[in-house]
């Protein structure tokens, strides 16, 4: 989750099709992780989250694969939406840190009508 | 139930002011984070308060300082000013410390000229 910051990598998806949006923490002492949505001008948006002793969560539209071998996270949003543009977050945090998240840089996302 | 509130939205300072920027957690929650947002470091973590006390610092210099008060509100502060400074300041609220969804504000946009 090392912040990358300036150069945003960019996902343009079709309408409709599904995006997969990836993050590659360096913690392996977090044990909690959550997606952000950021849209611009916004402040960042809570999307889903989930905990190491699970592989894998669902929510509306949206599923989060966690492969804690590799320190892989991943975003599946399915039939993405105009509404879906925006830059998304992977945070990271350790039990012992309390509230503190770690961000990673960011994947923008365009959808393309 | 109203989000998280911070004020001033954006604020234009000078080098060498110091400023105080303010946030309202959601009702009921009892923890305050501050987060940096800027284009080049991405979002890093400034300090976290429960229970008006300073839970977690990130690295930051001393010049940035923070404090909570009985009614969960908080406050950051900047002396000094440095044109490093000028960014996108967030504040989120969780429940309390542990693995609470934290809710993001609006954020304060700074400018340091």
């Known amino acids: 989750g090392e912040s990358v910051g300036l150069h945003l990598p960019t996902l343009s998806v079709q309408e409709g099709d599904n995006s997969i949006i990836n993050c590659a923490y360096s913690?392996?002492?977090?044990?909690?992780f959550i997606w952000y949505k950021q849209e611009s001008g916004k402040g960042p948006q809570f999307i889903i989250d989930i905990r190491s002793n699970m592989d894998k969560r669902q929510g509306q539209r949206v599923t989060v694969l966690l492969n804690k071998t590799v320190k892989h996270l991943s975003l599946q949003i399915a039939a993405t939406q105009p509404g879906d543009s925006a830059v998304y977050f992977c945070?990271?945090?350790?039990?012992?840190?309390?509230?503190?998240?770690?961000f990673g840089g960011g994947t923008r996302v365009l959808v393309k009508p | 139930k109203a989000g998280v509130t911070q004020t001033p939205r954006y604020l234009i300072k000078t080098r060498g002011q110091q400023v105080t920027l303010s946030c309202s957690p959601i009702?009921?929650?009892?923890?305050v984070s501050w987060y940096q947002q800027t284009p080049g470091q991405g979002l890093q973590f400034l300090f976290e308060?429960?229970?008006?006390?300073?839970?977690n610092k990130g690295n930051f210099p001393g010049r940035f300082s923070g404090r909570q008060f009985s009614n969960s509100r908080s406050e950051m502060n900047v002396s000094t000013l440095e044109l490093g400074d000028s960014a996108l300041y967030l504040c989120?609220?969780?429940?309390?410390?542990?693995?609470?969804?934290?809710?993001f504000g609006p954020g304060t946009r700074l400018t340091v000229t």
């Open positions: 945070a990271e945090t350790p039990k012992a840190a309390g509230n503190k998240l770690t």
């Open positions: 308060y429960f229970s008006e006390t300073q839970r």
């Open positions: 989120a609220s969780s429940f309390s410390q542990g693995r609470y969804e934290q809710y």
């Open positions: 009702s009921g929650h009892r923890s």
């Open positions: 913690n392996s002492a977090s044990d909690y």
